[in-house]
């Protein structure tokens, strides 16, 4: 396992477009984070996945914002109609809701400009 | 959330120790305490994370006051790959709560050759 994979690792848009994001996390994890960080911030937390089921949003995800994890194993977020102030590192994690380690692992995120 | 203060930055010189601390006064009983780092470029990389007692592993030492309200993170020799941001997060655990990371700004480590 080479661990949390997250496609592309950047991303350039025009304002107003659609972009989707990858990433496939460990095979044994069952859950799934999405984040994103800005220049010079802690990440920021957006959403969950336990399985294939989404337990939590944060008030950062708009309207504009979704994320799926079908049949629980790799998820996508996609940002309809982006604006400038989605520009940042979308990050993704992968944990275990039990076991010998309450670790996340974290991929090395899908940087975003929009222009 | 529970929240954490940490100093924004800090530094330490190569083969040295470092303590980097943290304090969280609003610490829960059922509130585990985390430790990550994030290197230039990289996402957060899991460090150590404990709940009372002090813990070690390959990475570093925690040590954890006796009232949970601060702690410190032990690197016992510095190398200039640790220089990163470090983060001090407690995660709930308690039912009901949401178990998700929140993360603040961290400390700044930089290490000196």
């Known amino acids: 396992d080479t661990g949390v994979s997250q496609n592309p690792r950047h991303k350039i848009t025009k304002r107003g477009q659609n972009v989707t994001f990858r990433c496939d996390p460990i095979?044994?994890?069952?859950?799934l984070y999405w984040y994103r960080q800005t220049l010079g911030q802690g990440p920021e937390f957006l959403t969950y996945f336990q399985n294939e089921a989404q337990l939590e949003k944060s008030r950062l995800l708009s309207d504009r914002f979704s994320a799926e994890r079908p049949k629980g194993s790799f998820s996508t977020l996609e940002i309809q109609r982006t604006e400038q102030g989605d520009s940042a590192m979308y990050l993704c994690a992968s944990s275990y809701t039990r076991g010998l380690t309450y670790g996340y692992t974290f991929g090395s995120g899908t940087r975003l400009t929009v222009v | 959330d529970a929240k954490t203060t940490q100093p924004n930055s800090m530094e330490s010189n190569e083969e040295e120790p470092v303590h980097l601390p943290c304090n969280h006064s609003t610490i829960s009983g059922t509130d585990y305490i985390h430790w990550y780092r994030q290197l230039p470029s990289q996402g957060p990389e899991y460090v150590i994370h404990?709940?009372?007692s002090n813990v070690n592993n390959r990475m570093a030492s925690l040590a954890i006051a006796e009232d949970r309200k601060s702690s410190t993170l032990i690197l016992h020799r510095a190398t200039l790959r640790d220089a990163a941001v470090y983060y001090c997060?407690?995660?709930?655990?308690?039912?009901?709560?949401?178990?998700?990371?929140?993360f603040g700004k961290g400390t700044k480590l930089t290490v000196n050759p």
């Open positions: 997060i407690l995660r709930q655990t308690a039912q009901g709560g949401s178990e998700k990371l929140v």
């Open positions: 095979s044994e994890h069952n859950r």
């Open positions: 404990g709940l009372t």
